[in-house]
């Protein structure tokens, strides 16, 4: 196995790496949204406020509703007891960060005067403004945030089976911090032999599009170093017609992929996989199509949770039915039909959003909007569906990626990081500056 990538970091003379890294630090600090200015005394209330999940979109809207509150009954539903910082997975997986780097407690970022309760939602009676939970309780609200993630629907790919992931080249770092570790272990195998190597993406929405993508260079990269480029053939299936759905950060993709020798085949969706014939069935608009693996990097459909995805909550109509997602207002993640209900992170059905760094921009949203209608006034705050995507090309080098619904470019540093270049400052700020910043976020300091 490669010795560890961040390696050559102790080769920077130290001042320029301490220059750098504060940089870079600055820089992830800088990627929350700016705040609006906090009156000096807290908003007197006794609403009463459900917040149902605990993951980044969760704690960081209960974050920022306890500093501007007093006196609300604010209530985190959610039975996880551990937090995972889920940008980290793609570090993990690529051998760059352990297998605990995104491991932490829900216990230790929930705000102080906030309510946990460690249950399962089960129903939202939005009618009666209830929630109810699996074991039988209800939870009344005046008020309620829906921030229950999304899942991950690996049963609709025929033959997969998450208990194999990092056995037989199967690899899936989704899944969580094991699984991304066990894919890690499973492509550093991959890495040291050669052979073929299959990437993808689901053709449904995902959290992190540009995921698939920065694992495939990472790979490609990991061979390069390994001495073993020639020996592999590295094919990525894209599920439609381009590699991201920004064109400018596509046509770049593709031509980096082009450089590097890295196949593209478009309009391949995975269907089945047969783990112990190591063959993958793709549709295509031809037909079924097989390839055979050595390492295969399955990111399988994601969909709302059932929660949201049988419930009047769920849009009607639209792009964003056949999966469930939530109807939302996307500049204010309001409820079209229920005005007194909000839904922020993966579970929105917006155009974009699903990243971490988007929940940075749509909590504040949701929050202002919440308290307004406690003060019976209007918020002008509004999500432009900001998306960042810190996209590695190579170890030691990466993209930052930021647009908003109308795929425009929105560079938060504009003349210092290049959205298009590949850049070491780029990449410290995906290793190193932004997990505090995240870490920051949950706790509401934006």
């Known amino acids: 196995m490669s010795s560890p990538p961040l390696q050559w970091l102790s080769s920077i003379p130290e001042s320029r790496r301490t220059f750098l890294l504060r940089c870079a630090a600055g820089a992830g600090i800088a990627l929350l949204p700016a705040a609006r200015a906090q009156a000096a005394e ?17 704690l960081t809207c209960a974050s ?8 609300a009954q604010i209530t985190l539903l959610d039975a996880r007891k551990a937090h995972y910082y889920q940008p980290g997975y793609t570090l993990v997986a690529g051998g760059i960060k352990p297998a605990g780097y995104p491991i932490s407690t829900t216990a230790e970022h929930i705000a102080r005067g906030v309510q946990w309760v460690d249950e399962q939602a089960a129903e939202i009676d939005a009618d009666a403004r209830r929630v109810h939970t699996l074991s039988g309780r209800t939870l009344p609200y005046d008020f309620l945030i829906v921030a229950c993630g999304l899942r991950l629907d690996y049963a609709a790919i025929e033959g997969m089976d998450e208990s ?48 698939p993508l920065k694992y495939t260079f990472i790979t490609e ?23 991201f759905s920004v064109p400018i950060v596509s046509e770049k993709v593709r031509m980096l992929f082009q450089e590097r020798g890295i196949r593209v085949h478009y ?21 079924g199509v097989e390839l055979g693996y050595d390492f295969i990097h399955v990111i399988p459909p994601m969909r709302a949770p059932d929660l949201i995805r049988h419930s009047p909550l769920a849009w009607r109509e639209g792009p964003f039915v056949a999966d469930g997602w939530m109807e939302v207002d996307p500049k204010t993640l ?3 039909r229920h005005p007194e209900i909000f839904g922020v992170g993966d579970v929105a059905g917006v155009p974009k959003g699903k990243t971490a760094a988007s929940v940075k ?37 990466a993209m930052l990626v930021e647009f908003d619904y109308q795929n425009n470019l929105t560079p938060s540093f504009p003349g210092v990081v290049a959205p298009l270049e590949e850049l070491w400052v780029s990449w410290v700020m995906k290793t190193m500056a932004l997990k505090p910043t995240y870490i920051s976020m949950l706790h509401g300091h934006t």
């Open 164 to 211: 194999l992931i990092g056995i037989n080249g199967l690899g899936s770092l989704y899944h969580g911090p094991e699984a991304a570790d066990a894919t890690w272990r499973a492509m550093s195998e991959f890495a040291d032999r050669g052979g073929v190597g299959v990437f993808l993406r689901p053709e449904t929405e995902m959290k992190c599009a540009g995921a």
């Open 42 to 58: 807290k908003i007197r209330t006794r609403a009463r406020i459900v917040i149902v999940g605990a993951g980044a979109a969760g």
């Open 221 to 243: 990269d990991h061979l390069v170093r390994r001495g073993n480029r020639k020996k592999a053939e590295i094919i990525y299936n894209a599920n439609n017609k381009v590699l």
């Open 361 to 397: 921009w749509q909590s504040p949203v949701v929050v202002d909007h919440l308290i307004a209608s406690l003060q019976g006034r209007d918020s002008d705050l509004i999500y432009n569906g900001y998306t960042s995507c810190p996209l590695i090309t190579r170890l030691g080098r």
């Open 334 to 336: 309001r409820h079209k």
């Open 267 to 287: 309009d391949r969706i995975l269907k089945a996989l047969d783990p112990g014939k190591r063959i993958a069935t793709f549709d295509t608009p031809a037909g």
């Open 64 to 71: 920022l509703l306890a500093s501007r509150l007093d006196g």
